[in-house]
């Protein structure tokens, strides 16, 4: 019989978007139900760039959870612009609150605008961020109008962070929802201070779920989903077991209308069952052994933090779990995240182990 069950440390998403307001309010739980410790994206508008915004925005999400997420940690990070200063960086690890420093190539993705255009003029930044110890998360993408947008992050391995790396061998990286095989090549033949982080959705979708038959908004993020050759490539490293690969559901949620639109916003709300839908694909990978690894050992590893004591399980049922469509927010919708597929795997919420 097949198993029926999974026990897991409760699990930590390295890779998470929140908001603010209404959004984070009604988000929020959703992460905090299944998550331990989430690392916080900090593209807000305005970003989050200095120690004190990431304070005040850590307090907001607390706040947000209404006391009922005591056990939730929400893990800061600040967004590099091309003002950031290194006593920015030196005042945020000496709070410790502050997990890692994010970069976005300006205009990569979604509120990407106070991103950095010229990135060799943060080198010197980095360079600090090695000495204190703080992790740059990439968004790993060019920009440039010529090259194709299923090639970004190939192109940006080669002319963005690999001079990184050569230049200053000493700083942490984390690829941030690698996408391609080149990626996971790239990681795979580096050393142990590069490790990236994975979509839910990346290694269930390629891009005909997204493209053939109509173009389906809800599936459109970035880096936009892949050929399939791709994605096998993405689910054996998830399902390997390998330490430098880890969960970072990147949920993104925007309102419904936003993305049914002629210029839809880039972003999959994944929160609410991303663990169901992971299980399924390492089962599908006969790697269920492999899960707790990816979800709840390696991400944590790599920031330094404890493995979380308490623990969750997961069931597989004979009928498909029912997730819900969508969730409220005020007067709009947020669309959740549709494998397109039956999921067999959901949490287990009713009983505390
Ligand atoms: C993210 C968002 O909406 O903030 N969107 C996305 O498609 N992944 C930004 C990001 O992670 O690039
Ligand atoms: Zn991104
Ligand atoms: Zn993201």
């Not at 210029?263 to 269920?288: D, I, K, P, W, Y």
Request: proline share 5%; hydrophobic share 40%.
């Amino acid at each position: 019989m097949s198993q029926q069950e999974i026990i897991l440390n409760k699990p930590d998403d390295m890779h998470l978007h929140l908001r603010d307001g209404d959004m984070l309010s009604a988000v929020v739980e959703h992460s905090a139900r299944d998550f331990a410790r989430t690392i916080i994206m900090p593209n807000l508008v305005p970003p989050v760039t200095t120690v004190e915004d990431a304070m005040s925005y850590r307090q907001r999400i607390l706040d947000a959870l209404g006391g009922s997420g005591t056990s939730f940690e929400p893990l800061m990070t600040l967004y590099l612009t091309e003002v950031t200063t290194t006593y920015d960086l030196e005042n945020a690890a000496a709070l410790g609150m502050v997990k890692a420093v994010k970069l976005y190539p300006a205009g990569a993705t979604t509120n990407s605008d106070s991103g950095v255009r010229d990135i060799p003029k943060s080198y010197h930044l980095f360079e600090k961020m090695a000495e204190l110890g703080l992790p740059l998360l990439v968004h790993g993408e060019v920009t440039d109008a010529d090259i194709d947008i299923f090639d970004r992050e190939a192109v940006f391995i080669d002319r963005v962070l690999d001079p990184i790396r050569r230049t200053i061998p000493e700083l942490r990286i984390v690829m941030e929802h690698v996408t391609t095989k080149n990626g996971i090549d790239y990681v795979g033949n580096a050393d142990n201070k590069l490790c990236a982080t994975l979509t839910t959705h990346h290694l269930m979708l390629n891009r005909n779920a997204m493209l053939a038959g109509g173009f389906r908004p809800h599936y459109y993020c970035l880096p936009i989903l892949k050929r399939e050759e791709h994605r096998q490539a993405l689910r054996a490293a998830a399902t390997s077991g390998d330490a430098r690969f880890f969960l970072g559901t990147d949920s993104a949620p925007h309102p419904t209308h936003t993305k049914e639109s002629a210029c839809g916003c880039a972003g999959v709300f994944s929160a609410a069952n991303s663990l169901g839908c992971l299980a399924t694909v390492f089962e599908e990978e006969q790697a269920l052994e492999n899960l707790n690894s990816f979800t709840s050992l390696n991400g944590a590893k790599f920031y330094g933090l404890d493995i979380n004591e308490v623990k969750m399980r997961l069931i597989r049922t004979s009928e498909p779990a029912v997730f819900p469509k969508n969730i409220k927010v005020g007067a709009e919708t947020v669309t959740v995240f549709d494998p397109g597929m039956p999921i067999y795997w959901h949490v287990d919420h009713t009983t505390s182990l």
